[in-house]
């Protein structure tokens, strides 16, 4: 899996690149993350790649002139020129099932914008894929561009030690739902103790137990997710200790 990330700042990615399981999957040859600075492409003596917008307004937006080049080239670089996701507000709203979608391209070129965003004549020209990590406004599209590759190689084969953590993932699996509640030692803790099942060595009994779990952990916090509507209660805790049926409590 190789990404491209077309940024005005490739210095942000320094730290992010040489950690955990990404600097891993890179020395194994299993990622390749190339960083372009489309600086590079403003043709003035000054590099710029931003000017005041038509119409009046705040802020600055990207120019066409040097982005639409940059990336026609970073493309033309491999043979695979790449699925192209353009980092904005304005794009559909990730979720695991297009983080799956991608994950089945063996490269991605990733465009970060920044200030007031981009020129609308860079979408026009280049047909990107618009991608949004959330209804919410970033300084820049490189926190974007680091969650879509994170969310992309935990499915790219190898990279996890366990090609199960993926598919127990919350909103993976037909159902979309949410991961059950995980426990480790120690087994009590300021009285708080670990569900008797996770302990029994009965593996058919936690899989049912993890199941029912995710079941109502998902109608607790993320009704949509089934199909109804939203719940009223806060997504940090159930709506009581005593909900009926709730997994986590053993039966008298």
């Known amino acids: 899996m190789r990404f491209d990330v077309v940024t005005l700042f490739p210095e942000i990615f320094e730290g ?6 990404l600097k891993l999957a890179i020395g194994r040859g299993l990622v390749e993350v190339h960083l372009h600075n489309f600086r590079d492409w403003a ?24 982005l639409v080049p940059c990336v026609e080239e970073v493309r033309a670089r491999c043979p695979d020129p790449g699925h192209l996701v353009m980092l904005t507000p304005q794009g559909r709203r990730l979720d695991q099932a297009t983080v799956e979608r991608l994950a089945g391209h063996a490269r991605i070129v990733l465009l970060c914008g920044r200030y007031e965003g981009f020129d609308e004549r860079i979408r026009l020209l280049l047909d990107p894929d618009e991608i949004s990590v959330g209804d919410f406004v970033l300084n820049g599209g490189e926190v974007a561009a680091m969650v879509v590759v994170d969310a992309v190689i935990r499915l790219v084969p190898g990279v996890l030690g ?44 936690i899989a049912r137990w993890r199941e029912q779990n995710s079941r109502w952990r998902t109608e607790q916090r993320r009704r949509d997710l089934l199909g109804k509507p939203p719940s009223h ?3 940090d805790r159930p709506a009581s200790p005593e909900v009926p049926n709730d997994p986590t409590k053993e039966e008298p």
């Open 16 to 21: 992010y690149l040489g950690q955990s399981l």
């Open 162 to 205: 366990d090609e199960r953590s993926s598919t127990d993932d919350s909103f993976s699996g037909t159902e979309r739902l949410l991961e059950c509640a995980q426990y480790t030692r120690p087994r009590e803790y300021r009285g708080l103790e670990v569900p008797p099942v996770l302990v029994s060595g009965n593996h058919d009994e």
């Open 233 to 235: 209660v806060p997504n």
């Open 43 to 66: 043709a003035d003596r000054h590099k710029t790649v931003d000017d005041r917008p038509f119409g009046g307004g705040p802020g600055m937006v990207l120019k066409v002139d040097p």
